[in-house]
């Protein structure tokens, strides 16, 4: 048995007002990043079509077939660019706060794997600014259909932000797709943990017409939705080392600035009580006895049945045999 006194501390459990303003603080710190990323246009108009002629020569260009079934049907290009233009930001915050709320177990862990891997993203776009398939010249076979819809939605001609706002968004920041990872995060999340089958089918049907979408909209290419992958994994394996680090850290704030630590409360020294959920350590904390009274099933000698009962005579039934107990012997019961 571990000794408690050499036993690891447990976790503070994670507080919506210091999770919402460091959820803040990395999404801000990467869409600031995104700008900073912005690279030379004709570089990462060269490694767009780098890419394109790697998918030609492999035959994986999905996205041209897919970029002219939605050019050809609105009623499938449509929702699509509604899609695009949203889901990317609520499904993705849903499911985090989800977690928080229903499945604190594993919640810290899922949030150091979507920050991993965001930052990793965010590498990916500035060492690699890449031009998305909508951007390129017209003989290359690609229709923006964000634009060719931009009337049925709050976009404009600038990828999905809101009309006039399109200088605040990186749109050479194709590679890799964050839409495809952050959708992969959230499928795998809603399907590991999810007790509803149609959660757990949406959970596999999200990443998947994600990987549609961001193809038909000519906004990413096939080898960008499998680099948004591959983020997502080396993410996956670097969330427990980064967590063990975190823990260090915190831990050495702890023991310098014991003040400001958060309090852990352990589970192993609280009982709770079944009728008001109040928690004590002691069971029979607030309870009392008046004098003469007796606790059900409590062994009692025959000195105290006789000082119990009126006039000093022995009660019935009171357990002692004859001749056991008397004054001044002090052999326990079960001796005796």
């Keep these: ?137 017209a003989r290359h076979g690609f229709v923006d259909t964000m634009a060719q819809y931009s009337s049925y939605g709050w976009w404009g001609n600038e990828a999905s932000a809101p009309r006039g706002m399109g ?24 399907w590991r943990h999810g007790r509803n089958p149609y959660v757990r089918a949406a959970g596999v049907a999200y990443p998947v017409i994600t990987v549609l979408v961001v193809m038909g909209t000519a906004n990413h290419y096939f080898l960008d939705a499998v680099a948004g992958a591959a983020v997502m994994g080396v993410g996956a394996l670097l969330a427990r080392p980064l967590m063990r680090f975190a823990d260090r850290v915190a831990e050495r704030f702890s023991v310098r600035f014991p003040r400001l630590a958060p309090k852990a409360e ?24 008046s004098a003469g009274e007796r606790i059900p099933g409590q062994r009692t000698t025959s000195a105290d049945a006789v000082d119990a009962a009126p006039g000093g005579t022995p009660r019935a039934g009171s357990g002692a045999p004859s001749g056991a107990g008397t004054a001044g012997d002090d052999t326990p019961a079960a001796a005796r």
């Design 167 to 190: 200088g605040m968004t990186n749109q050479y920041a194709a590679m890799p797709s964050l839409h495809v990872g952050w959708a992969i995060w959230c499928g795998i999340l809603l």
């Design 266 to 289: 352990s589970p192993d020294t609280r009982k709770e009580s079944p009728v008001s959920g109040a928690e004590s350590p002691i069971v029979s904390a607030g309870c009392e006895t």
């Design 1 to 137: 048995m571990q000794d408690a006194r050499t036993a690891p501390a447990p976790r503070p459990r994670p507080r919506w007002w210091t999770e919402l303003p460091l959820l803040a603080l990395v999404y801000g710190a990467y869409s600031a990043g995104r700008l900073v990323a912005r690279g030379d246009v004709s570089t990462a108009v060269d490694h767009g079509l780098s890419i394109l002629r790697l998918e030609k020569t492999l035959h994986i260009n999905f996205e041209h077939p897919l970029n002219r079934l939605f050019t050809a049907h609105p009623s499938i290009g449509i929702p699509s660019d509604f899609a695009y233009a949203s889901l990317h930001y609520l499904v993705t915050p849903v499911v985090l706060v989800w977690l928080f709320r229903r499945r604190q177990e594993i919640y810290r862990r899922a949030r150091a794997w979507l920050m991993t891997s965001t930052m990793l993203g965010l590498i990916g776009f500035t060492l690699l600014p890449t031009c998305p398939p909508r951007l390129l010249e």
